[in-house]
């Protein structure tokens, strides 16, 4: 039998040690290593925030700044993000803004899950239905998921472009799981992470053509 100082003292153990796997990040510049992206420290609805845009034409997704001192396979990254369309957006923009996790050194493999947030309050339901996203790079962008598994790694969830979104995606093995806004329930659920299992890497900040993106409050707990 174990005594009841014996088990309370493993209980808070147990919580210390769980407790120093979280990471507040402070989202300085120097902090990131930008692959296609600008960026730079800013004030956002009164917040201190990284100001993250695109730098002149790219040809595939690795469009994102990397957190240098992140390591992540399971657990739970947490933030609070905003996307809008910049003055250089075309037609088809929406302020297409996210969260890679799982980032190789050489960014040669990631996976993301992003928002776009104009859609989410659009009159057309079928844009409404695209507001969430899940794409995996290599081989996996939004097209060919779309294509071959339509509404698969898609979901719908309220949001509004320019302002603040809360996003928390947990992560464990194949399994990853998207919650916006603070709901209790995930809005997009992916059984099948398309870089495999045991794929661990860095945690980057997303975002895609024509958008203004700002990220604040990041949090990372591994589960590892």
């Known amino acids: 039998m174990i005594s009841k100082k ?3 003292t493993l209980v808070l153990s147990i ?3 769980a407790l ?3 990471q507040n990040l402070s989202l300085k510049t120097t902090d990131v290593l930008p692959s296609q992206v600008s960026v730079k420290e800013g004030k956002y609805k009164n917040k201190n925030a990284l100001v993250i845009e695109i730098q002149g034409e790219v040809t595939n997704e690795k469009t994102l700044a990397v957190l240098k001192n992140t390591d992540f ?6 933030a609070t993000i905003s996307g809008q369309t910049n003055s ?3 037609e088809t923009a929406r302020g297409f803004v996210g969260i890679a996790f799982r980032v190789t050194d050489d ?3 990631m ?5 776009r947030p104009t859609n989410g ?7 409404r239905n695209h507001s969430t996203q899940y794409i995996s790079w290599p081989g996996y962008p939004w097209e060919k998921l779309r294509k071959e598994t339509p509404e698969k790694y898609e979901a719908y969830a309220d949001m509004v472009p320019a302002e603040w979104i809360k996003v928390k995606i947990e992560v464990k093995d194949e399994t990853a799981k998207l919650f916006v806004n603070g709901a209790s329930q995930p809005t997009l659920i992916v059984n099948d992470l398309k870089q495999g299992a045991s794929q661990r890497g860095k945690v980057g900040l997303w975002i895609g053509p024509g958008t203004l993106g700002h990220f604040t409050d990041l949090k990372i707990t591994k589960h590892d």
């Not at 396979?73 to 947490?78: A, D, F, Q, R």
Request: charged share 20%; aromatic share 12%; no cysteine.
């Open 6 to 8: 014996l088990w309370g």
């Open 15 to 17: 919580l210390t040690f």
């Open 20 to 22: 120093s796997k979280a």
């Open 73 to 78: 396979h399971n657990g739970i990254i947490e």
């Open 88 to 90: 250089t957006a075309s």
């Open 107 to 109: 960014i040669s493999k």
């Open 111 to 115: 996976e993301v899950f992003y928002l």
């Open 121 to 127: 309050r659009a009159n057309d339901q079928v844009r």
